[in-house]
């Protein structure tokens, strides 16, 4: 268990004979009383070459293909290049190369 504050710690698991990590948040409450506005994110990092290319569910219903700093529809300026690239994920995010992938589950994420 890695305890980070008061309010957010991190435990990690491997299995035996499995190609999988599972890591479990456990985040709040949040404290408001500095009057400091928070965003609580995960950051993994990987030598997987995805070509900026990542995919994300929407609503949990279909998968979306995601390039970081695109935007299909528009042209999109770069002001916040890494809040820029957020995405809200209900279930799955990955990313892949032509041989490898890392794929993100999300849990149950209301105090189960």
């Keep these: 268990m890695i305890v980070f504050n008061e309010w957010a ?21 949040i404290p408001i009383d500095d009057n400091v506005g928070k965003e609580i994110v995960v950051r993994y990092d990987t030598d997987i070459k995805s070509a900026s290319k990542y995919y994300t569910d929407a609503n949990g219903r279909q998968v979306l293909e995601r390039i970081r700093d695109y935007r299909p529809t528009w042209n999109y300026s770069i002001v916040e290049n890494v809040s820029g690239n957020y995405y809200p ?23 189960d």
Excluded at 10 to 28: A, H, K
Excluded at 89 to 111: C, E, F, H, K
Aim: glycine share 6%.
């Design 9 to 29: 710690s991190q435990e990690v698991s491997l299995y035996r004979e499995m190609p999988t990590v599972e890591v479990e948040w456990t985040v709040g409450p």
């Design 89 to 111: 994920i209900n279930s799955r995010i990955w990313i892949q190369d032509g041989t490898r992938q890392l794929t993100v589950l999300t849990g149950n994420n209301d105090n």
